[in-house]
């Protein structure tokens, strides 16, 4: 499937890796950086690049392991900062020279926070955004349900999953082909591209890197449940309590504008996430659960709130605004609000470039 009129593709090599990226407006104008999430591309952004404001430059990367970016391994040790490091490079690399809006969508919730934390940034947007303290494995206030971080990182990946992905199935056949768990898992059930547009979308998805250095990582067997523990390579392992957390974006000075969007109906960012250890074991899916004082269900959602409303308190503006029956991708399955709201946002937080 072609690109929308006015997008165009690009591979550039950067400081660190040989990057795809899709892109539009003017070379000067207002740089806007969209980082996806796992299992996608910068291609599940491109619905966007048409209905952008004409002074925008919009550029949505594929990430390290995904897409047709280089195939380069993930250190999960550094949680996303390798995704962050790729993001600065590119923007090295494209000339950018004023500071970028940057719009993280669930795993690139946490790179563009890592990527503010080094750099100065215009504004930061989450989607449906990985919590503060990981994916999977932590109580509320983030401290871990084990001393090994058991139960979140590339042991808990669905390997049958992985192996459809790894073979580009591209069927109906399976709940777990990648098109299905597409639409049940990415936006609202009621919500379909045309089949065209899905099919691109599919094949997106098969690009992934799978394995030890893609999607889900490695793990190392733990004494607790649920018998395993974080690696260090990988997806999966980079978004674990283990290294990821951007909790401390509270202490960010200064403060850039902040809008979350979440979706009401998204089972990936839940209080009690269908994909999270802690929610399956409660429901029977993973043998064994030691219950809820030892290994509650995350409270993913809450975790953001409060993060977010103490970035708040501390002198940060921070917009939120919730997407009633969207599911994991708002900005898809609700794209006309989201994209209006968004560009308001931006224009909002928008400061005159350097003369």
Not at 14 to 28: A, K, V
Not at 42 to 54: D, K, S, T
């Amino acid at each position: 499937m072609d690109l929308p009129t006015g997008v165009s593709g690009h591979t550039v090599q950067t400081s660190r890796l040989r990057m795809r990226y899709i892109e539009s407006g003017p070379s000067d104008g207002v740089p806007i950086v969209l980082i996806h999430g796992n299992l996608s591309t910068g291609r599940f952004y491109e619905h966007l690049m048409p209905v952008a404001p004409q002074t925008h430059r919009l550029i949505a990367p594929d990430m390290r392991g995904f897409g047709d970016t280089e195939q380069v391994p993930i250190d999960a040790t550094r949680g996303l900062r390798d995704w962050a490091d790729d993001t600065y490079s590119l923007v090295q690399a494209l000339g950018v020279t004023r500071p970028v809006h940057l719009v993280g969508w669930s795993t690139g919730g946490a790179a563009i926070v890592d990527y503010a934390r080094e750099h100065p940034v215009a504004s930061l947007t989450f989607i449906d955004p990985v919590s503060p303290y990981g994916f999977g494995g932590v109580r509320l206030d983030g401290t871990p349900c084990f001393a090994d971080y058991a139960g979140s990182g590339g042991g808990t990946g669905n390997l049958d999953f992985m192996k459809l992905i790894a073979d580009h199935d591209t069927s109906a056949d399976s709940p777990l082909s990648p098109r299905n768990v597409m639409n049940t898992s990415y936006w609202a059930p009621s919500f379909r591209f045309p089949k065209e547009h899905e099919d691109m979308l599919v094949d997106e998805i098969n690009k992934s890197v799978t394995g030890d250095d893609g999607y889900p990582g490695d793990s190392v067997p733990s004494d607790n449940w649920p018998g395993m523990a974080p690696g260090t390579r990988g997806i999966l392992n980079a978004l674990s309590p283990k290294y990821c957390n951007w909790a401390d974006i509270v202490d960010f000075e200064p403060k850039p504008p902040v809008l979350w969007t979440h979706g009401t109906a998204d089972i990936v960012v839940a209080d009690g996430s269908a994909w999270e250890m802690g929610t399956l074991g409660k429901m029977g899916f993973v043998p064994s659960w030691p219950g809820e004082e030892a290994f509650p269900p995350q409270p993913m959602v809450t975790q953001i709130r409060n993060v977010l409303s103490g970035y708040g308190r501390r002198g940060g503006r921070v917009r939120t605004e919730m997407f009633d029956g969207s599911g994991h991708g708002p900005v898809v399955d609700a794209a006309d609000r989201w994209s209006k709201l968004f560009f308001e946002f931006v224009a909002s937080a928008e400061v005159p470039a350097p003369v």
